[in-house]
């Protein structure tokens, strides 16, 4: 299915396509699949699921394991690795339309030829890999060292979104810990996308993965 402009240019900043000709991305669009999804609607769980690697084309995907949070896939953004090269009967996680979306399927067999024939893409797909280890190590230490984390979960639930009223000695205060500890809680749910920082404005953007901290 032809890709609009925009598409075509959110799948060249996707992780798997940097650096890939326009030409390579015209004929991945005829040959891959496009799937709709209603707000709401599971895309893949344990037990449904397609060995397809996904892309986000429009909308935003909630990605869950039981009650915790585990990432928010916006446009451009990967899913399905897990299921590709996998014997395993379950899908790892669930994974949920937040709005109405849009995805590119990749199947299998189309992945492994692109990375059978392109270097490019076969580098690309290392280092996504790479990165998620990254992401879910880096989720597993904050879930595994809560007390920071969980205080500052806490406050931020309790307080809703807006602006900080205090300055980060007297949230410190507050919340009995350090400048340091708070400043590292603070970094280790932005890292975890859990809340988004500008100035003093923190945006919850995963309620439920703050709740998991806690």
Same mark, same amino acid.
């Given at each position: ?9 959110? /799948? ?13 991305? %015209? ?7 496009? !799937? ?14 397609? @060995?397809? =690697? ?6 935003? /995907? ?8 585990? $990432?928010? /896939? ?8 897990? !299921? =590709?090269? &996998? ?21 299998? &067999?189309?992945?492994?030829?692109? =990375? ?13 890999? *790479?990165?998620?280890? @990254? ?6 230490? !904050? ?10 979960? @806490?406050?931020? =639930? ?5 602006? /900080?009223?205090? $300055? ?5 205060? @507050?919340?009995?810990? &350090?400048?340091?500890?708070? %400043? ?5 749910? +932005? +890292?975890?996308?859990?809340? *988004? ?13 703050? +709740?998991?901290?806690?």
């Amino acid at each position: 299915m032809p890709l609009t402009k925009e598409e075509l240019h959110l /799948l060249a900043a996707c992780p798997l396509f940097l650096g890939v000709e326009e030409a390579l991305l %015209y004929r991945l669009a005829r040959e891959a699949g496009r !799937a709709e999804f209603s707000s709401g609607q599971v895309v893949y769980d344990p037990d449904h699921f397609r @060995r397809c =690697l996904g892309v986000v084309l429009s909308g935003r /995907l909630q990605v869950t394991k039981g009650s915790l949070a585990v $990432s928010l /896939l916006e446009p451009g953004d990967l899913f399905g690795a897990a !299921a =590709l090269y &996998s014997g395993e009967a379950e899908f790892a996680s669930t994974i949920t339309a937040q709005r109405p979306s849009a995805c590119l399927m990749l199947e299998q &067999s189309l992945v492994d030829r692109l =990375l059978a024939e392109q270097g490019q893409i076969q580098e690309n797909y290392l280092r996504y890999l *790479t990165g998620r280890i @990254r992401f879910l190590s880096g989720r597993l230490q !904050a879930l595994a060292q809560p007390g920071a984390e969980g205080k500052l979960a @806490r406050y931020l =639930l309790a307080s809703g979104t807006g602006e /900080l009223t205090c $300055s980060a000695t007297q949230l410190s205060q @507050r919340l009995g810990l &350090s400048r340091a500890s708070l %400043y590292r809680a603070f970094a280790a749910l +932005e +890292e975890n996308g859990l809340i *988004t920082r500008q100035g003093k404005t923190i945006t919850v953007a995963d309620p439920a993965g703050l +709740e998991a901290v806690m």
